[in-house]
């Protein structure tokens, strides 16, 4: 089982639509989760991390977590053709110190 | 977020030959990690540097082909040795923030091996 899981895509929404995008993880040790967005030729950035069960939500940005089902999620509304990247789940399972580890990550594609 | 300034940004390198990376952060930070990404793939922790102590490598990298040094809470080094074409990736250099638990990346160096 690999430590962190997504779903490669390609996600296809339409410009204004909710983009969901998912990820689980195997360490339940884990406590610390992050989502970055990577546009293609560029580095990754941050966009949001969460600690806590529930729900964390950043302008149009809402990520979700759910420790018992070791299941994180990204939700973009209203999204836009600008937001089309690969977005990586990274988690910081106890053995990795305080690096991350990130899942393969699911490219988005928004069509205006 | 801290200012991570890496070179070379970008190389295409002969097989066999070896290059070092230099990654340089604008303020002083204890956690310092190195990540390979390579072509169409996530990001792969290669090890985790503290000043004044020995790298800390993940499994499938050893110090012989990949020696980091890390002198100072500013700056790191990242050499890739004997390299073959399979070695072609970005190499990211990334921090902890302030917080300890947010990582940040560099721009990234992108090498080509033939």
């Known amino acids: 089982q690999k430590e962190v899981e997504q779903n490669s895509g390609p996600l296809s929404v339409p410009e204004g639509a909710i983009a969901s995008l998912n990820c689980t993880y195997s360490?339940?040790?884990?406590?610390?989760f992050f989502w970055y967005r990577q546009y293609s030729g560029k580095s990754p950035e941050l966009i949001m991390s969460?600690?806590?069960?529930g729900d964390k939500e950043d302008g149009r940005f809402t990520a979700q977590l759910n420790k018992a089902s070791q299941y994180v999620s990204l939700l973009i509304r209203d999204s836009q053709p600008s937001d089309s990247a690969t977005y990586l789940c990274?988690?910081?399972?106890?053995?990795?110190?305080?690096?991350?580890?990130f899942g393969k990550g699911t490219t988005l594609s928004v069509s205006s | 977020s801290a200012v991570i300034s890496q070179k070379p940004s970008r190389d295409i390198c002969q097989r066999g030959t070896s290059l070092t990376i230099q990654c340089q952060v604008d303020?002083?930070?204890?956690?310092m990690f190195w990540y390979r990404q390579q072509p169409g793939q996530s990001l792969t922790l290669i090890a985790t540097?503290?000043?004044?102590?020995?790298?800390?490598?993940e499994s499938g990298f050893v110090i012989d082909k990949f020696p980091i040094s890390r002198p100072n809470l500013t700056f790191s080094t990242l050499t890739v040795s004997n390299m073959s074409p399979e070695d072609s990736s970005i190499y990211l250099c990334?921090?902890?923030?302030?917080?300890?638990?947010?990582?940040?990346f560099g721009e990234g160096s992108w090498l080509t091996v033939v």
């Open positions: 990334s921090v902890a923030g302030t917080a300890g638990n947010t990582i940040y």
């Open positions: 360490d339940r040790g884990s406590q610390s």
């Open positions: 990274a988690v910081n399972p106890p053995r990795a110190g305080t690096a991350l580890i």
């Open positions: 969460i600690y806590s069960n």
């Open positions: 540097a503290n000043q004044g102590s020995e790298a800390t490598y």
């Open positions: 303020s002083q930070v204890t956690m």
